[in-house]
Every structure is written in structure tokens, then in C-alpha cells.
């Protein structure tokens, strides 16, 4: 837990995903259309596909973008790109673990894309199941600390079936398995508990820490490669960074 929280952190004080805000909206808008193709265009009974829209909305995303985002996956878009969904895995160096979720309509393309920004980077990308066995698949859902108390908190998302109920110090993470996340999300709604986002994510097993600042710098420049890649829509990593070498590292 600590490794993804981490990873989270550095890319709030780096701003590397929304320094370029029509790069967000792009990894937004796919993750809309991906979402409508899979469960269908209404988000009241997609619930991945509500999730992302709230996520678009929460960045300000102009409604127009997103209903050409479903409108592309229902088919009322003429000459519309097929995304396919592809989980990549590597390492970093140090033998940081990674997993890169990417939504391609052209994996070919994308494939040789990231194992170019991983030599650049030193690292490497690895075979299917080389990484993913370190890591579990799960829902996680951010609720701000002013929203509710813990203990409210505990009791509706343990009664709805989540796993854990964490903090990263500005929000609750509420843990639940893959296939939980929408019915814990949906409890909550009910609740009138407010929600910064709910998402599936890739959980490491184990966290490896970095001490030596000249491996961390490689291990963030890499990442930050990886998640300024169009194809690129999240990046999980299992590494942990002291605070006082994450300040450094990001100022």
C-alpha cells in the first residue's frame, strides 16, 4: 500500500499528470470510451463508466468531451478507434516492480513505444506474469477526511463489504476486492458520503524501499516517462521513498 500511496504523492507534488491538461483530458476520454464499449453508454447502469465520468467532471472535463467520449464507443460517431485494453509489466532500476495500464488502438505500436522509454530509463519490459504476481487487483475509493467521521465511515463500508479502511493523510482509502468496488462506491452514494474517486488499481504484496537518490531519480523519471505516453492510463509501482529523499527529489 505504501509503494502505490508514494508513487500517488510524488505525482501531486510534480504535477506530472496535470501539468498538461489536454493530455489528462485524452487519458479521461479514453477511459470513458473504454468503459461505455464494455458495459454501454448510460453510466446509471455502467457503473465503471459512471465512475469515470465523475472522474472527468472532477478535472472540469467540458461536457461535449465526454459525450463524444460514449458517443465514440456506442457507435454514434462515425470512423471511431477501437481501444484495446492491455496491462503491461517491468522493472525499474533497483528492481522496482511495475504495471502500466494502457488503452491502444494499436498495440504494436505501443509495445515498442514503452520498451523504448523503459531502455532509455534503465529499466526493462518484462513477460506477461514476470511482476503481476506481485501485485493484486483491487477497488479503491478516496473519501476527503472533513466528509465523515472514521468510525461512520467503517461501519457503512465494512457493512457493504469492503477489505481495509486507510489514510494517506488528506483522504480515507477504502481497500474492497475487484469485483466489491461498485457496490461499496453505491453505498456510500446512498450514505450521502462524498467521493474524490473510485477506481481499480494493481496493490503491491510487498513494498521495496529506495534509499539511494541517484535510483530514485531513475525510478520517477521513468515513471514520469511511462504516464507522459498517450497510450499510457495509470502506472503502479511497489516502492517506497523516505520523505525527507522524496522532498529532495522534488523540489
Known amino acids: ?66 459525450d463524444r467520449a460514449i458517443k465514440r464507443a456506442t457507435g454514434d460517431i462515425a470512423g471511431a478507434s477501437h481501444y484495446e485494453e492491455i496491462v503491461y509489466e517491468g522493472y525499474a532500476p533497483g528492481g522496482i516492480a511495475l504495471m502500466v495500464e494502457a488503452a491502444t488502438d494499436n498495440k504494436n505500436r ?39 467521521s472514521e468510525d461512520r465511515l467503517l461501519e457503512i463500508v465494512l457493512d457493504a463489504g469492503a477489505d481495509e479502511l486507510t489514510s494517506d493523510g488528506e483522504h480515507y482509502l477504502i481497500i474492497t476486492a475487484h469485483d466489491q468496488l461498485y457496490i461499496v462506491a453505491e453505498s456510500l452514494r446512498l450514505g450521502g458520503i462524498p467521493t474524490d474517486s473510485q477506481k481499480l488499481t494493481y496493490l503491491p504484496d510487498n513494498i521495496v524501499p529506495i534509499n539511494d537518490e541517484s535510483v530514485a531519480g531513475q525510478v520517477l523519471r521513468l515513471c514520469d516517462a511511462l504516464e507522459d505516453n498517450d497510450d499510457v492510463q495509470n502506472v503502479y509501482s511497489n516502492f517506497d521513498l523516505p520523505e525527507d529523499l522524496l522532498a529532495r527529489l522534488s523540489a
Open 1 to 66: 500500500m505504501a509503494g502505490h500511496s508514494k508513487w500517488s504523492k510524488v505525482k501531486r507534488i510534480k504535477g506530472a499528470i496535470d501539468v498538461k491538461r489536454g493530455k489528462l483530458f485524452s487519458k479521461l476520454s479514453k477511459e470513458i470510451t473504454v468503459a461505455a464499449r464494455m458495459g454501454g453508454g448510460d453510466p446509471s447502469g455502467n457503473p465503471r463508466l459512471r465512475a469515470a465520468v465523475l472522474a472527468a467532471r472532477a478535472q472540469s472535463m467540458p461536457t461535449d468531451n465526454i
Open 110 to 148: 505501443t509495445a515498442a513505444d514503452l520498451r523504448l522509454i523503459f531502455t532509455k530509463n534503465h529499466g526493462n519490459l518484462a513477460s506477461s506474469g514476470s511482476v503481476s504476481y506481485m501485485f493484486k487487483r483491487k477497488g479503491q475509493i478516496a473519501v476527503p477526511l472533513s466528509a465523515v
